[in-house]
T-cell receptor, first 115, second 114 residues
Framework: AQKVTQAQTEISVVEKEDVTLDCVYETRDTTYYLFWYKQPPSGELVFLIRRNSFDEQNEISGRYSWNFQKSTSSFNFTITASQVVDSAVYFCALSELGGSEKLVFGKGTKLTVNP | DAGITQSPRHKVTETGTPVTLRCHQTENHRYMYWYRQDPGHGLRLIHY???????DKGEVSDGYSVSRSKTEDFLLTLESATSSQTSVYFC?????????????FGPGTRLTVL
C-alpha cells in the first residue's frame, strides 16, 4: 500500500536560514511519481515539482532543491536562504503508475519563517 | 494558472440537508478529482472521474456521490450532510490518471455542517 510520511509537523526558522522538509514514502511499485505541493496561508495548493522513480537526479530551482534517494525512500525538500513568503504548509505526495488511481498525500509540514 | 473554479467557495448548512459542490474546468482535462482536507490528515481522495459518466471511489467515499455529465463539470453531492463532513473540499484536474501528470487544484470550498 502507498504511504507518505512527513514526520515534521511544524518547523519554525528565522529568515535566511536553510531548512529541509523531510518526506519518506512507501510503495510496492517500481514505477511511481513523487510530488511536492505548497499551500500558503491563502489556502490554494500550488504544484512545485514532480519526480519519477527512474530519475534520481537532484533538482534545483532557484532557492528550492530536492533530494531523491530510492535507497532510503526519501524525497526531501530544501529551501535555501528562507524568506517570509516561504511560510506555508508543504505537502509531499505519491502516485503509483499501476493499480492505484490516487495521489496519496502526507499530512504536511507547516513552515513558519520569522523575520 | 489552470482554469479551475469551485462553487460555492463557502457554505454553512445544517445536519441532514443535501449539499452539492461544483467544480468547473476550462482546460479540457480528462481526469477530475475531489479531495477533502482536514487538520492532521492532509488531503484525502473522495471520488475521481476518468471521463464523462465514468467515476470511481477514493479513500473516503462514504456519504458522498459524484456526477460528471460534461467534461468541464464534476459535481460532489452530500446526500444528507453530517458534522463529520465539515471540511475544506478541493477539486483537482489532470491530463492523465496514470501517475505521471501533476494535478492542478481549484481554490477550495469551505463547508461547515452545523
Amino acid at each position: 500500500a502507498q504511504k507518505v510520511t512527513q514526520a515534521q509537523t511544524e518547523i519554525s526558522v528565522v529568515e535566511k536560514e536553510d531548512v529541509t522538509l523531510d518526506c519518506v514514502y512507501e510503495t510496492r511499485d517500481t514505477t511511481y511519481y513523487l510530488f511536492w505541493y505548497k499551500q500558503p496561508p491563502s489556502g490554494e495548493l500550488v504544484f512545485l515539482i514532480r519526480r519519477n522513480s527512474f530519475d534520481e537526479q537532484n533538482e534545483i530551482s532557484g532557492r528550492y532543491s530536492w533530494n531523491f534517494q530510492k535507497s532510503t525512500s526519501s524525497f526531501n525538500f530544501t529551501i535555501t536562504a528562507s524568506q517570509v513568503v516561504d511560510s506555508a504548509v508543504y505537502f509531499c505526495a505519491l502516485s503509483e503508475l499501476g493499480g492505484s488511481e490516487k495521489l496519496v498525500f502526507g499530512k504536511g509540514t507547516k513552515l513558519t519563517v520569522n523575520p | 494558472d489552470a482554469g479551475i473554479t469551485q462553487s460555492p467557495r463557502h457554505k454553512v448548512t445544517e445536519t441532514g440537508t443535501p449539499v452539492t459542490l461544483r467544480c468547473h474546468q476550462t482546460e479540457n482535462h480528462r481526469y477530475m478529482y475531489w479531495y477533502r482536507q482536514d487538520p492532521g490528515h492532509g488531503l484525502r481522495l473522495i471520488h475521481y472521474s476518468y471521463g464523462v459518466k465514468d467515476t470511481d471511489k477514493g479513500e473516503v467515499s462514504d456519504g458522498y456521490s459524484v456526477s460528471r455529465s460534461k467534461t468541464e463539470d464534476f459535481l460532489l453531492t452530500l446526500e444528507s450532510a453530517t458534522s463529520s463532513q465539515t471540511s475544506v473540499y478541493f477539486c483537482a484536474i489532470s491530463e492523465s490518471r496514470l501517475g505521471g501528470n501533476e494535478q492542478f487544484f481549484g481554490p477550495g470550498t469551505r463547508l461547515t455542517v452545523l
